[in-house]
């Protein structure tokens, strides 16, 4: 059978993996502080639960904005360097934040790595909408 979105159908695989690292981390650092919800006020733990937390908050729109670009024929290139640079804007994010609270180069990065992916994810489908009509 073909896959009507293989690209997007890739990054959502890869994501999903990289959500139930994050997501185990957090529960093996609850069983290492001994802490049933929440952080306990363990920093460490704290940074975890946030670096999970902004992976969810901006992982299910950019992969909703993939979609739409690749169901209204994207080229596979374009797709691909948004889908990679996602990809390593999430895992330096992550890497920065999990090392450090405050202002870090890999989570500048990382951030930057996934703003600008979504700005032109979101530029593309506008131009794609005033395009039709």
Known sequence: TRMETPITALYAGLFGIKLIVLSARISLGRMRYRVGI???GE??????????GNFVEYIPVALLLLLL???????AFFLHAI????LAGRLLHAVGLSQYAG???ARWTGTGLTWIPILILSGNLLYLSFASF
């Open 38 to 40: 929440g952080s306990g």
């Open 69 to 75: 670009n690749e169901l209204n024929h994207a080229s």
């Open 103 to 105: 202002r870090s180069f």
């Open 43 to 52: 920093r460490r733990l704290e940074r975890m639960i946030r670096v999970q």
């Open 83 to 86: 889908g990679i640079a996602l």
